[in-house]
């Protein structure tokens, strides 16, 4: 699971999910755009965006010379599915356990 | 910079030919997207996406625009009162590109209305985990379900 590895990892920095987030607010910006406000180095955010990259977290388009970030919400609807989802319907499936559980009781 | 237009990637252990099915056969799209995709995908001809309702309910129609065996589709996109205006059809295009044993999908729709593109951004991710685990695994995402 080398794919969710680098997931994981790109989200657990606080400086790569506030260019997620900026990303969001506005889809499709340049470095220099990204860059703007940020309290960070070019240098650095241009590094936080190869991670986030390496991560399919965004996805680039070239529109002439200019590199345009897109945030790309796949893999992370993949974790929802196999974490979120999942414990939900196992919550579910012990809830029917005890209902079943009581009820058979009951007789 | 345009807030309405996505671009959304997956990588999927498959082969070019099989992703390109997948999006084309309606019976396929049926089992991963709920939707069964209609249309004969000659350029200029055009498509529609039927709900599997029972009701065959249509949500989106469209034209196809281009179509490169296993490599491109291109697509207009439409739902409800935008369907009669071809001016308010949104653009959608998948490019399929091999990235060694992996095939990236790339989907790219653009031109979005506001609405559209509020069903657009929560539609896309769950259409193309759903595609990627039906081709690696067999079985589609249970992400319709409620």
């Keep these: 699971m080398k794919d969710t590895d680098a997931v994981f990892k790109a989200l657990a920095d606080p400086h790569r999910r506030e260019l997620l987030d900026r990303l969001y607010e506005s889809n499709g910006q340049t470095l220099g755009e990204?860059?703007?406000?940020?309290?960070m180095a070019r240098q650095s955010v241009?590094?936080?965006?190869?991670?986030?990259?390496?991560?399919n977290l965004i996805a680039i388009?070239?529109?002439?010379?200019?590199?345009?970030?897109?945030?790309?919400?796949?893999?992370?609807?993949?974790?929802?599915?196999r974490w979120i989802r999942k414990h939900e319907a196992q919550r579910l499936a012990a809830l029917h356990e005890f209902k079943t559980k009581l009820e058979r009781g009951r007789k | 910079m345009n807030a309405e237009r996505f671009v959304y990637v997956t990588y999927i252990a498959s082969t070019p030919d099989k992703?390109?099915?997948?999006?084309?056969?309606?019976?396929?799209?049926?089992q991963y997207w709920k939707h069964?995709?209609?249309?004969d995908w000659k350029p200029g001809s055009k498509w529609r996406s039927v709900a599997d309702d029972g009701k065959g309910t249509v949500r989106i129609v469209g034209t196809v625009v281009e179509m490169v065996?296993?490599?491109?589709?291109v697509l207009t996109w439409a739902a409800g009162p935008e369907a009669a205006d071809p001016a308010q059809h949104s653009r959608v295009a998948i490019d399929l590109e091999t990235v060694g044993a992996m095939v990236r999908v790339t989907v790219t729709h653009e031109e979005l209305g506001t609405d559209m593109a509020r069903a657009v951004t929560n539609g896309w991710p769950r259409?193309?985990?759903s595609l990627k685990s039906f081709l690696e695994t067999g079985r589609p995402l249970d992400t319709w379900a409620s």
Excluded: M
């Design chain 1, 34 to 39: 990204l860059c703007k406000g940020l309290p």
């Design chain 1, 46 to 55: 241009s590094q936080h965006l190869d991670v986030l990259e390496a991560a």
């Design chain 1, 61 to 81: 388009e070239w529109r002439g010379r200019e590199k345009l970030h897109y945030v790309n919400p796949v893999p992370i609807h993949e974790i929802y599915e």
């Design chain 2, 19 to 30: 992703v390109f099915r997948a999006l084309l056969d309606g019976e396929l799209t049926r």
């Design chain 2, 36 to 39: 069964t995709n209609e249309s």
């Design chain 2, 69 to 73: 065996p296993n490599r491109r589709l």
């Design chain 2, 127 to 129: 259409v193309l985990s």
